[in-house]
């Protein structure tokens, strides 16, 4: 099954006057985990166990080591192991302290070592979230095509994981998408993927993996290389590209022309749009550039954007508040909220936290949009409480004056 991508010959990194996106989605791993896929917390744990098991095995003596060294506290017999997205990012910071601290001798840990065991990690995680890649997976991905199949063209997915589950959504729903705005026709769908993707490469370096790329890839752009076919086909031949996977490290973000461009496109999406909705992403500490983009949906940038996350954690209705904005619309419940129209009377909505007050369909949209965490929820009386008030001073009166 090959992908409905298109690949486009003019992007652009922002969208163009009277063209913007009518909706942005936003996605973490709690997109994935639905259909098997681990979080970020679990996804290096899972790899070494699907390696182990595996038939050939991925050599990962540097990771391991790695593990051993920077993360004393862990014990892998235990089966500890630390969150991929920190692993990645970790190594990078030992890349920097190894340029700061010179060419002295004693230390294991130089650029060349932190780069081969950078390879292998990266290598593992790729072909284990690769393996997901089967029909039993697909079968599992309703829910992300329930989401597409309602928004076929003007919008923006962007997703910070480096699965292809949202692909494959798009393409079961013969939605085409490109990885980049294009010029040429604005009403194309956008995937956008901050951190890379398992399918995006760098340009090989190896004879074998230069001929594959040429042969079997597409290139974007003139500056990375997309495998465009939903299954592993490459691995079954000994092909270990160069993947585009990335950890949340602001500085690392942007280091790759074409992941700057990602970035841009990310922020000019949030800026323009109407209607955002952030799906499973718990919005990271250490994701601070991501923090700094989703801040432009909020004021004052924009007072009317609709703003929502859908999450099973009730703490991140405050989470997001305090970190982008206060008018964020809160809901638990994936099918159920994702399958209403955008467009739909914010009164007809759901979107109280357990505990918030009840809101009345007389309050103007702007003030039925704003889910407050319930400590700070005003009581404002609805006109069903209303007359439930009047009823009982009623009563109150009829009971006086009978005892009298």
Known sequence: MRFSYKNISEAGTRFAKGHSPKHVFVFGAGLSVPAGAPSATHLLKRAILWNLAARKSINTNLVDSFCDYFY?????????????????????????????????????????YLLDARRQLVRLLGEFLWSFQNEGTFKKILFIRNVVRKYPSNTVFVTFNYDLLLETALTQENIEFSYAVDKNNSSRNVVLKPHGSINWFDPAEHTK????????????????????????????DGINPPYILIAPTPHKQIELEFLKRQWTSFSSSIHSCPNITIVGYSLPAADRLARIVLRRGGSPHNTKRRITV????????????????PRINYAQDYSKTISRSPTASPACMD???????????????????????????????????????????SSDRNWASRRA
């Open 72 to 112: 004393p506290s862990l014990t892998r017999a235990k089966a500890e192991f630390p969150d991929a997205e920190d692993m990645l990012g970790l190594m990078d910071a030992a890349q920097e302290y190894d340029s700061i601290r010179g060419r002295g001798r004693g230390y294991k840990w130089r650029a060349g």
């Open 209 to 236: 993996a230069k001929k594959w790329q040429q042969e079997k890839c597409v290139e974007f752009l003139k500056r990375i290389w997309i495998f465009t076919e939903a299954y592993p086909t490459f691995l079954n």
């Open 310 to 325: 859908i999450d099973p954690n009730p703490d991140l209705a405050e989470h997001y508040q305090k970190n982008i904005s």
């Open 351 to 393: 979107w109280r936290l357990p505990g918030c007050a009840a809101r009345s369909p007389r309050r103007s949209p702007r003030s039925a949009s704003c889910c407050r965490a319930p400590e700070a929820a005003p009581v404002r009386r609805g006109p069903c409480s209303r007359r439930q008030a009047l009823g009982a001073r």
